[in-house]
């Protein structure tokens, strides 16, 4: 399906993003995951895959860090010639109310979720203007719609996604770039994991189908929104929350 085509994946050796490296890969792609700390975990992750690292390259950087953002996509070029789709799935959580909450926590989280994702897009999309297509995804979240107790941090840089994808789909729309939002509700990774016990069981109950997501649930929407069959498919949000919020 996407045999050719290049996917850049921040955060995407772990958890979701992980999931979308895998899927993609296993539709024909070549992906470039992004990592940040996770070194060990990454050169586990690309030799699980199998693919003796010819169609998938991992790339340290921080997003929240411009010159890291302009080196991996530069390290990517290098590699592959060219950059087809960009997930910007890197993000972080630091949870606490917001009188507890310090200017440091706030800015922590909105550097990566939100500032990560323009400063990627930033970073590669003269290339994928200049070539007339390109797909960009930004995997925001069912907090960014609902809000949460402890997350007004979280929640912002989630919600910050929507308009950020809006804007940037309506600026690109006439340029065979489109730009949307995926926004997952509680998937089975380790940023859930850290949710103590007691919280989650009440979170699961709340969820219409009483289950967390899985990560491949996720990455399957991810791979439809970059087919060449999706390319009207714009500024939009897929919600994959097994009901939460509709
Ligand atoms: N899990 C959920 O229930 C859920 C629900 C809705 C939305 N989401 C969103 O989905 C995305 C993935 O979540 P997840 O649960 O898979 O998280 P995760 O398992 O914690 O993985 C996060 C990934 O982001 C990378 N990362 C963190 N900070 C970074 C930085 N400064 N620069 C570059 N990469 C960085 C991590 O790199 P290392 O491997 O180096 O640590 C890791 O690969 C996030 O944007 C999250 O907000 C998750």
Known sequence: MFEGRVALVTGGTRGIGAAITECL??????????????????EQFVKRLGTNGSRVTVHQGRVDDVDDCNRVVKEVMDRFGRIDYLVNNAGITVDKTVRK???????????VNLSGAFQMTKALLEHMIERGSGR??????????????????????????FGFTKSLALEMAQRGITVNCV?????ETEMVAAIPEPVL???VEKIPQR????????ARVVRFLLEDESSYITGAVYSINGGLDM
Do not use: C, H
């Open 25 to 42: 890969v296993e539709s024909g792609a070549s992906v470039a995951a992004g990592y940040s700390r996770g070194k060990e975990n990454a």
């Open 211 to 218: 289950r967390l997501g899985r990560p491949e649930e996720v």
């Open 136 to 161: 960009i995804v930004n995997i925001s979240s069912v907090i960014g719609e609902t809000g949460n107790v402890g997350q007004a941090n979280y929640a912002a840089s989630k919600a910050g996604l």
């Open 101 to 111: 909450m310090t200017v440091d926590d706030w800015r922590q989280v909105l550097d």
């Open 183 to 187: 926004a997952p509700g509680f998937i």
């Open 201 to 203: 069981a009440k979170v």
